[in-house]
């Protein structure tokens, strides 16, 4: 008799999101995907994670859910940090009670932006309220599962599947097709990834029982945000002279000068390769198409 897998039952919570209906679109046959958005699993309510995760039964559960808009936690700190840290440190909780593998999506803004390069051993030192609640979330997770395996993205590339998310390049379009300019600073830099590697990636990492700790995902090299946003104005059809160089504007919170996520350990654990920044650009792009 030939011995068949079964497929993982995979729950993303915070599937109503960017990277989570990304993920939700995948069709990899090594998982059964499970999807609930915030109006199903509410992260700020111990009971409603705890029902979301006995109805569920996953093995494994990818936490995507968050208040990403970093201008808006700099407004409401309050809110930033129960959903950002209280509502992670109760996911963490619920999957060490069940035993449950748990992956945490976080950000380069943990940085401070000053070093070339940072590595997945360097500590973090953030500027902003985002950057301080997602490095205390990633503190509280590990202290919770110590087998987590904690995500770190500089800049995720792609159209959304959903409405009002906080995709760039859905609010890019958006700007563009009203006749709209653009500002981006040149003085930010980041090493931008597609949406498509980035979910191959983390569904790789999922389904490596041994990968566990801090993981970078990004490209192998970075470029400024100005340059990013000029690249894939023109790779939709748009005028590049309508992104204008802007050193950002007033009441912006604090950003980090230069988040280059070096992406060393997925390689140990994908064989999807490290695409240039160029590269992911295009090819966010191409699969729109």
Request: charged share 20%.
């Amino acid at each position: 008799m030939i011995a068949t897998t079964l497929p993982e039952r995979l729950l993303v919570i915070g599937a109503g999101g960017f990277l989570g209906g990304r993920l939700m679109r995948s069709r990899d046959p090594r998982f059964e995907f499970i999807g609930l958005n915030r109006t199903v699993c509410d992260v700020t309510s111990p009971g409603s994670v705890r029902n979301a995760v006995a109805a569920a039964r996953p093995e494994i559960v990818v936490l995507c859910a968050a208040l990403a808009d970093i201008d808006r936690c700099e407004q409401d700190p309050g809110l930033a940090r129960s959903i950002n840290v209280e509502g992670a440190k109760t996911v963490a909780g619920e999957c060490a009670r069940s035993g449950v593998r748990l992956m945490f999506l976080s950000s380069g803004a943990v940085f401070d932006g000053t070093a070339e390069s940072y590595q997945e051993v360097d500590p973090p030192h953030p500027l902003s309220v985002y950057g301080k609640t997602k490095a205390e979330a990633e503190q509280a997770v590990l202290e919770r599962v110590p087998d987590a395996v904690i995500v770190r993205l500089s800049l995720a590339l792609g159209f959304s599947p959903y409405a009002g998310t906080n995709a760039l390049l859905d609010k890019l379009q958006a700007a563009l097709a009203q006749g709209n300019l653009v500002f981006a600073p040149e003085e930010e830099y980041r090493n931008a990834i597609d949406a498509t590697t980035l979910t191959n990636w983390i569904l790789d990492l999922a389904s490596a029982r041994d990968a566990a700790g801090i993981f970078h995902l990004g490209s192998a090299d970075a470029m400024s945000r100005y340059q990013i946003v000029r690249s894939l104005a023109e790779a939709i059809g748009y005028s590049p002279s309508l992104v204008v160089s802007s050193n950002g504007a007033a009441g912006r919170a604090p950003r980090g000068r230069r988040h280059m996520l070096v992406p060393a350990r997925i390689q140990q654990f994908s064989r999807v390769p490290v695409p240039t920044c160029m590269e992911a650009i295009e090819r966010c792009i191409h699969d729109h198409a």
